[in-house]
């Protein structure tokens, strides 16, 4: 595969705009492993190959394991995420799925049960954040496999070494 247009060379007030909103995201209180879950469960839906492989890679630098990886693709069959984390996999699906889903009144109260209002604005910030970096990788055709993850403290910190 071939990149379209390197956005980061031609607009580089692109990705400072979207990166802008990564600080914010990793000091927001949701926990970092499931900020990450978020984004790597929505790349999948959308099927972005750079995401994928960059949240892969941050959830293994994070310390995930590996059966709790595979098993992403089929979360709701699969016994080793939380409660919580089921709850915030279900708002992921259906925000990012919103065409469809309209966002279900049944699915908002089961996260809910798990998160303050705020923590909803939260999510919801974080799924639309990952669906805007898959929109980017995908139509500009961003080159998945040279990713490295950032060091704990970076990421921490919202730095990327390599964001789309």
């Keep these: 595969m071939e990149p379209r ?24 209180g949701i926990e970092e492993t499931l900020i990450l879950l978020i984004k790597l469960r929505a790349s999948q839906i959308n099927g972005c190959a750079y995401c994928i492989d960059m949240h892969w890679k941050d959830l293994r630098s994070a310390g995930e394991s590996e ?44 996260v809910r049960k798990h998160f303050s209002e705020k923590d909803i604005a939260n999510l919801t910030l974080t799924i639309a954040t990952i669906n805007l970096w898959n929109r980017l990788a995908i139509s500009m055709r961003a080159v998945p496999g040279r990713y490295q993850p950032a060091k704990r403290q970076e990421f921490r910190e919202g730095a990327r070494a390599d964001a789309v």
Excluded: F, M, N
């Design 5 to 28: 247009i390197d956005y980061r060379t031609v607009a580089p007030g692109i990705l400072e705009a979207v990166r802008g909103l990564e600080p914010y995201l990793s000091r927001c």
């Design 67 to 110: 059966q709790r990886l595979y098993g992403l693709d089929a979360w709701e069959e699969s016994p080793y995420y939380t409660d919580r984390e089921r709850a915030a996999l279900a708002w992921t699906e259906a925000v990012t799925k919103i065409c469809e889903t309209h966002a279900p009144d049944e699915v908002y109260e089961g």
